[in-house]
C-alpha cells in the first residue's frame, strides 16, 4: 500500500469561505479519487482528479463549487467553495494500486471539515 | 443506477462468535468487491478483495463471492471487540473503471 497523507485534518470554517484541502501520496499514481462521506452516510464520490487534465465530476457535483487540481502524480488538491453548513462532511482522497485485474483503492486518514 | 445494498445493523455478536456481514449488488457488470472496515472518525481501511467466485480466507476473515446470485459476504470469525467498526461493501465493474461504489455500512458490535 502507500503512504497518502492530507491536510488539513480538520477545520471548522465560516459559512461563505473557502478550503482547499492537500493529498500527497509517497509513491507516483495513476488514479486519485476525492470522496465525501456526510454524517452517518457513506462515501459519495466526487469527482476524479486526472493529472494535468480537468478533474471528472459525478452527479450532483460542480466544478465551481469543487475545483480540483492535480498537478502531478503525487499530489492533489480539492477546494470547497463558497461554504454552507451543508458541506460538513468528511473529505477524503484515495489513490488506485495494483495491475488492472487486482487494483485497490487506499483511502487517506480525511479531512473532517465543519462549516459554521 | 448501480446500487450496493447492507443492512445498516447494529449487529451485535458475542465475543468469540462469528460475526456474518452480507451485501448484494444490483450491476452484474460488476468484477470487483472490496471488504473496508472503517472506526468512528478513522477513514476507511481495505480488509479483502474478492475477484472470483467463491472463499477468500485472509486469517479470521473470508470473503465469500456469488456472482450468480449477487452476493457477497464477510466472515469474521473469533470476533474481537476490536473489530467493532463500521464495514464497507464496495464493488467496481472492472474493465478499466476504477469507480468504487459503496453500500452504507453495516455496524458491528462485538460485545465482551
Known amino acids: 500500500s502507500a503512504v497518502i497523507s492530507q491536510k488539513p485534518s480538520r477545520d471548522i470554517c465560516q459559512r461563505g469561505t473557502s478550503l482547499t484541502i492537500q493529498c500527497q501520496v509517497d509513491?507516483?499514481?495513476?488514479?486519485m479519487f476525492w470522496y465525501r462521506q456526510q454524517p452517518g452516510q457513506s462515501l459519495t464520490l466526487i469527482a476524479t482528479?486526472?493529472?494535468?487534465?480537468?478533474?471528472?465530476?459525478e452527479s450532483g457535483f460542480v466544478i465551481d463549487k469543487f475545483p480540483i487540481s492535480r498537478p502531478n502524480l503525487t499530489f492533489s488538491t480539492l477546494t470547497v467553495s463558497n461554504m454552507s453548513p451543508e458541506d460538513s462532511s468528511i473529505y477524503l482522497c484515495?489513490?488506485?494500486?495494483?495491475?488492472?485485474?487486482?487494483?485497490?483503492?487506499?483511502f487517506g486518514p480525511g479531512t473532517r471539515l465543519t462549516v459554521l | 443506477q448501480k446500487e450496493v445494498e447492507q443492512n445498516s445493523g447494529p449487529l451485535s455478536v458475542p465475543e468469540g462468535a462469528i460475526a456474518s456481514l452480507n451485501c448484494t449488488y444490483s450491476?452484474?457488470?460488476?468484477?470487483?468487491f472490496f471488504w473496508y472496515r472503517q472506526y468512528s472518525g478513522k477513514s476507511p481501511e481495505l480488509i479483502m478483495s474478492?475477484?472470483?467466485?467463491g472463499d477468500k480466507e485472509d486469517g479470521r476473515f473470508t470473503a465469500q463471492l456469488n456472482k450468480a446470485s449477487q452476493y457477497v459476504s464477510l466472515l469474521i470469525r473469533d470476533s474481537q471487540p476490536s473489530d467493532s467498526a463500521t464495514y464497507l461493501c464496495?464493488?467496481?465493474?472492472?474493465?478499466?473503471?476504477?469507480?468504487?461504489?459503496f453500500g452504507k455500512g453495516t455496524k458491528l458490535s462485538v460485545i465482551p
Open positions: 484515495s489513490v488506485v494500486l495494483g495491475d488492472r485485474d487486482t487494483d485497490t483503492q487506499y
Open positions: 509513491s507516483q499514481v495513476t488514479m
Open positions: 482528479a486526472n493529472q494535468g487534465s480537468e478533474a471528472t465530476y
Open positions: 450491476d452484474r457488470g460488476s468484477q470487483s
Open positions: 474478492i475477484y472470483s467466485n
Open positions: 464496495a464493488s467496481h465493474s472492472g474493465a478499466g473503471s476504477y469507480q468504487l461504489t
